[in-house]
Nanobody, 124 residues
Framework: ILQLVESGGGSVQAGGSLTLSCAAS?????RGWFRQAPGKEREGVAG????????????DYADSVKGRFTISQDIAKNTVYLQMNSLKPEDTALYFC????????????????WGQGTQVTVSS
């Protein structure tokens, strides 16, 4: 069974930066970052093709984070990163890494494997 382990969450002031990491125990085709704030539904934030050949490295972003967040990967470490800049209080949430057999999707239902989550708190 594929395992995903997130790390890197923490507390930061508005305008600050954090980088999240997602290490996988095996092969993934597409990996995404999701977040869930208290009382809100889980939403897709960013995704990246970690498998395939010519498409590997292609990324997708939710409009709410475009220009502020960057998803990337270290193939040798089988790890995906989410660099978060210009953080806002509304970015406060539990952030999850997930893996999908499909590509180019930020829909929760398309993901089969999930990590336990890492908390990000942004204070004003």
């Amino acid at each position: 069974i594929l395992q995903l382990v997130e790390s890197g969450g923490g507390s930061v002031q508005a305008g600050g930066s954090l980088t999240l990491s997602c290490a996988a125990s095996g092969y993934t085709y597409y990996r995404g970052w999701f977040r869930q704030a208290p009382g809100k539904e889980r939403e897709g934030v960013a995704g990246i093709y970690t498998g395939g050949t010519s498409i590997r490295g292609t990324t997708d972003y939710a409009d709410s984070v475009k220009g502020r967040f960057t998803i990337s990967q270290d193939i040798a470490k089988n790890t995906v990163y989410l660099q978060m800049n210009s953080l806002k209080p509304e970015d406060t949430a539990l952030y999850f890494c997930a893996a999908s057999q499909y590509g180019g999707t930020l829909r929760e239902r398309d993901y089969r494997y999930w990590g336990q989550g890492t908390q990000v708190t942004v204070s004003s």
